[in-house]
């Protein structure tokens, strides 16, 4: 008999994931041409070239010893050290491989750091809408996750009700930007404003509280926007970060932990971390696609394809009567659904073969998430059925 924590988790397994599984059945009878897969946030376009050419100059080159070896917790120190240099050209940051902890993806690293981080019972802030793994990652560890209600205007957060519900229990918050699911890129004023919020919460509380930044999408952002790097404004930030969209590679299962020198605890933090990417399972993130990456810091996958993408898609459902804040970063639409039940209406589009996720998955029903990381002719023979499922509602 399974465990009760792990027949509640069974019963109540990623929306997103099942959706998926769905079209694959739906694939089977009509045919993959004639399903729309817009369920997995999957992407699309290859990884830059210069991967495969590392993936090949490790293995030909480099001692088999080094490449497939044990090492450090945190991964190869002189990978860490290019990273750190890495952020500190880009972001004007002062790190260095101390900082930098690999781990198995952005999802590896939250768990790592969760684990550093949480007693039972400590409160975790999230704002909605979220990615809804985070339930999750803060229940392994028997924190209590605090919902701060969605702002449906522009998808900022809601700082007031912020500050209303942090408490003397709270230990961390995430926030993820470019967002998932919204692709709302958080301004540089919503930062400043959260960080002296939590700055005035520390004081009054006398208690760390970690800013954990979830940065998957960090580098797919359009029109120019410019995505604050959080450490710069906030003493208490630990980002988590992954390559699975910056390098098309989320089967890899590659990112890492920045931990800098000013947070809280600093010491205690790393040795914390080194310990729980140990017993968690993972021991250290995968050693030839940490060596790899390692040589491929400045590639980017081409962000003009997703451009593209949102584009059609955004244009399109706007000229058929759905509403939607137009992303600025990752590659996801977050509509409005056109019946207040939004898994009702999820279910309405799969008559046309539509496969879309429910906004009650991200924390905020009445809206749903449509990923645009699909072929741009896939977008386009959708349309058709967008605009039908519109007439349902609006004729």
Do not use: W
């Not at 959706?19 to 997995?40: P, Q, T, W």
């Not at 509380?205 to 580098?219: K, M, N, Q, T, V």
């Not at 590659?254 to 605890?265: A, F, N, Q, S």
């Amino acid at each position: 008999m399974i465990s009760e924590k792990m027949v509640g988790l069974v019963k109540n397994s990623s929306v997103i994931r099942a959706m998926f599984e769905e079209g694959k059945r739906l694939a089977g009878i009509y045919g993959a041409e004639n399903v729309y897969d817009f369920s997995l946030g999957n992407p699309s376009v290859e990884p830059p070239k210069e991967i495969r050419e590392a993936l090949l100059q490790v293995i030909n080159e480099e001692a088999p010893n080094l490449v497939h070896g044990y090492m450090n917790n945190s991964g190869y120190e002189d990978v860490r050290e290019k990273i750190a240099t890495s952020i500190n050209h880009n972001f004007g940051t002062d790190f260095h491989c101390d900082n930098i902890i690999m781990t198995v993806g952005a999802a590896g690293g939250l768990n790592v750091i969760l684990k550093t981080l949480l007693n039972p019972g400590d409160e975790v802030v999230v704002f909605a809408p979220f990615f809804g793994e985070y339930r999750n990652y803060i229940g392994n560890f028997d924190g209590q996750i605090v919902i701060i209600n969605p702002n449906t205007v522009d998808f900022q957060p809601n700082l007031k009700e912020f500050e209303q519900k942090l408490t003397a229990k709270t230990k961390a918050v995430i926030i993820n930007t470019p967002n998932n699911p919204t692709g709302v890129v958080y301004s540089e004023q919503t930062i400043r404003e959260l960080a002296a919020v939590l700055d005035r919460k520390e004081k009054e509380f006398d208690s760390s509280i970690y800013l954990i930044a979830d940065e998957p999408y960090r580098e797919l952002a359009y029109d120019g926007v410019e995505v604050p790097y959080l450490t710069k404004f906030y003493h208490n930030t630990i980002v988590g970060y992954s390559f699975s969209k910056s390098l098309s590679l989320p089967g890899e299962r590659i990112g890492y932990l920045v931990i800098p020198k000013e947070v809280d605890d600093y010491e205690d933090v790393v040795a914390g971390a080194n310990v729980a990417n140990r017993i968690l399972g993972y021991v250290n993130a995968p050693s030839l696609i940490q060596r790899a990456v390692a040589k491929c810091l400045e590639a980017k996958v081409e962000v003009e394809i997703y451009n593209r993408n949102r584009e059609l898609l955004y244009n399109s459902l706007v000229s058929y009567g759905y509403e939607c804040v137009k992303p600025q970063g990752a590659f996801y639409l977050f509509v409005k659904t056109l019946e207040v039940d939004d898994k009702a209406f999820c279910e309405a589009a799969k008559k046309y073969n539509l496969l879309i996720v429910p906004g009650s998955a991200f924390g905020c029903p009445g809206y749903c998430r449509i990923a645009y990381c699909v072929d741009y002719a896939m977008i386009e023979r959708s349309l058709p059925k967008f605009k039908l499922l519109a007439k349902e509602y609006l004729a």
